[in-house]
């Protein structure tokens, strides 16, 4: 069952587009992981799930039905969310933040002290918002977005500026309220190393397209099923020009030149071209490695290729 899905979402800004046909798909009871690099989309992307921007084209079905006309209210109240920075009072303290959000959500005044406890804030007392640290003042942005009690939880960075520390604290946080309290997370992040360590499925962006979505078993045994071909040559630089120009994606390390899986005749034919040339080949190995997300969101970044988990 999904908690969240867009069909075709798609939005233009004044000189380019912005997201070009997204169709995301959010288990419920997932922690998705909605990863790309900056200016991918991702934003925008959460914006038009909060009714923060209108979509141009496509529509958005939360739980199951259309966010749109007089359904939005009532799907809205299913959904909490932290975009950016949290939006607190700084003269105010922890308490009294969530207790004029409790009486505009009239949901009861015991959540106020059971969502404080959950994000580590009971002790805060009267400590002011503008006092909390930052690691403080995500937790208290989550808490503002768990008061109502959302089924789904759309957040937006929400380790950013934290030390390890905190952003172990965040990761185990977010776990436990998953686990034990139901809520589907949807996180969007760029610390893809500490995403994999927590994220049960990963939707991958690049410049307005979805190049990857499925769980991060689906990916790590698409990435193991792609073998790698590996070329050592008489000139690395000049043979990494060449197959660029040629139209193939090419890393560069000190071992040599990586290319994205070829068949046979797909070697041959490179072979053949850079010898041609006048660049020499020391040796071609084609390999298959399990490597980490970091390694596979920038094989997918770079080839730009879509990809989507059966």
């Known amino acids: 069952m999904l908690c969240l899905q867009t069909r075709q979402l798609t939005y233009r800004f004044r000189g380019g587009v912005a997201l070009e046909g997204i169709d995301l798909a959010v ?5 998705y ?27 958005i079905l939360v739980f199951g039905g259309r966010l749109s006309g007089s359904n ?9 969310a932290m975009i950016e920075s949290p939006a ?3 003269n105010l303290t922890a308490h009294e933040n ?8 009239r949901c009861p005044a015991a959540r106020i002290d059971e969502v404080l406890s959950w994000v580590g804030l009971s002790d805060t007392q009267g400590k002011r918002a503008a006092q909390f640290s930052l690691g403080m003042k995500q937790r208290l942005g989550l808490a503002m977005a768990l008061l109502h009690g959302p089924d789904l939880l759309i957040l937006d960075e929400p380790t950013n500026g934290l030390d390890p520390g905190g952003i172990v604290e965040m990761r185990q946080l977010l776990q436990r309220l998953n686990r034990e309290c139901g809520i589907t997370f949807l996180v969007s992040s760029h610390l893809l190393a500490e995403v994999e360590k927590f994220a049960t499925h990963v939707g991958i962006l690049h410049r307005g397209k979805l190049l990857f979505q499925g769980s991060i078993d689906d990916l790590h045994a698409h990435r193991r099923a792609v073998s790698e071909v590996r070329l050592r040559t008489s000139d ?16 560069r390390n000190a071992a040599g030149l990586t290319l994205p899986h ?13 010898v041609g040339s006048g660049i020499g080949i020391h040796g071609v190995a084609v390999v298959q490695e399990q490597v980490d997300l970091e390694n596979i969101f920038m094989d997918m970044t770079e080839g730009g290729s879509c990809r989507e988990a059966a």
């Open 27 to 31: 288990p419920a009871g997932a922690i």
């Open 33 to 59: 992981g909605f990863l790309g690099p900056n200016g991918a989309g991702k934003t925008t992307t959460l914006r038009l799930l909060l009714g923060l921007l209108a979509p141009q084209d496509g529509e």
């Open 72 to 80: 939005r209210p009532k799907a809205m109240r299913r959904i909490g």
């Open 88 to 90: 607190a009072y700084g």
């Open 98 to 105: 969530l207790l004029l959000l409790q009486r505009i959500h």
């Open 236 to 251: 690395d630089a000049g043979a990494a020009s060449w197959l660029r120009q040629a139209g193939h994606i090419v890393r």
């Open 262 to 274: 070829l068949d046979d005749a797909g070697i041959e034919a490179i072979v053949a071209g850079l």
